[in-house]
Nanobody
Framework: QVQLVESGGGLVQPGGSLRLSCATNGRIRSNNVMGWYRQAPGNQRELVATITRAESTYYADSVKGRFTISRDNAKNTVYLQMNSLKPDDTAVYYC???????????????WGQGTQVTVSA
C-alpha cells in the first residue's frame, strides 16, 4: 500500500513563502512523475507543477517564476517551494505520483490527502 504524506501548508501573508513536502511511504516504480495540484473552493482541481525522475519540470503559467518543484529520488520525496505568494494561491494542495511501466504506459496513480495553503493579510 503506497501512501503520500504531505506537510508544510499553513497561513502566510501576501508576498511570503512556504515549502510543501510530500514523502512516499511504500515502494513505487522508479519510472514516475511527481507533481502538485491545487483546488480552491468552488473550482476544479488544477495542475500546478510536475517533475520527472530526470528532473524535467513543467509549471502552470500562473506560478511560473514564483514556484519551484524539486525531488529527492533517494527519498522518493517531492517538494514545492512557493515564493511571492498571492491570495489567489489559496487552495488545498495535493501531491500526485504517476508511475509508468517498462514500455512507458501509465500504470498507477497516487494522491496525497491535501494540505491547506492560505494567503491572507
Amino acid at each position: 500500500q503506497v501512501q503520500l504524506v504531505e506537510s508544510g501548508g499553513g497561513l502566510v501573508q501576501p508576498g511570503g513563502s512556504l515549502r510543501l513536502s510530500c514523502a512516499t511511504n511504500g515502494r513505487i516504480r522508479s519510472n514516475n512523475v511527481m507533481g502538485w495540484y491545487r483546488q480552491a473552493p468552488g473550482n476544479q482541481r488544477e495542475l500546478v507543477a510536475t517533475i520527472t525522475r530526470a528532473e524535467s519540470t513543467y509549471y502552470a503559467d500562473s506560478v511560473k517564476g514564483r514556484f519551484t518543484i524539486s525531488r529527492d529520488n533517494a527519498k522518493n520525496t517531492v517538494y514545492l517551494q512557493m515564493n511571492s505568494l498571492k491570495p489567489d494561491d489559496t487552495a488545498v494542495y495535493y501531491c500526485n505520483v504517476r508511475t509508468y511501466n517498462l514500455v512507458g504506459s501509465p500504470e498507477y496513480e497516487y494522491w496525497g490527502q491535501g494540505t491547506q495553503v492560505t494567503v491572507s493579510a
